[in-house]
């Protein structure tokens, strides 16, 4: 079972930039396709972007498409987030994900994720 650790969340202004870091336990790291998802308070848990395990394919939410950025370390266990160009929309609980099944490689359904971590929380001020 894969573990994974969310950080590098914080509070910025509307316009700035984050940068999450997913570590992941485990030598099968570099074999797991991974994605990224986010909850506000009293919404559901909605896709932000994906990405294969070799980094050579991503998808992304239309809400983030052209500011956000998904890629990753396979030597270092680790996936990113870039965000840049926030808005206050963007503020939620950020959380990484391994997709169970690579041949379920595109669902954007949490429920074919497994590995939650604690999350980190991104607030975005107007």
């Known amino acids: 079972q894969v573990q994974l650790a969310e950080s590098g969340g914080g509070s910025v202004q509307a316009g700035g930039s984050l940068r999450l870091s997913c570590a992941a336990s485990?030598?099968?790291?570099?074999?797991?396709?991974m994605g990224w998802f986010r909850q506000a308070p009293g919404k559901e848990r909605d896709f932000v972007a994906a990405?294969?395990?070799?980094?050579?394919?991503?998808v992304y939410a239309d809400s983030v498409k052209g500011r956000f950025t998904v890629s990753r370390d396979n030597p270092k266990n680790t996936v990113y987030l870039q965000m840049n160009s926030l808005k206050p929309e963007d503020t939620a609980v950020y959380y990484c994900?391994?997709?169970?099944?690579?041949?379920?490689?595109?669902?954007?359904?949490?429920?074919?994720?497994?590995?939650w971590g604690q999350g980190t929380q991104v607030t975005v001020s107007s």
């Open positions: 994900a391994a997709l169970a099944r690579t041949t379920d490689w595109g669902t954007k359904d949490p429920g074919n994720y497994y590995g």
């Open positions: 990405i294969t395990w070799t980094g050579g394919d991503t």
């Open positions: 485990g030598r099968t790291f570099k074999w797991i396709h």
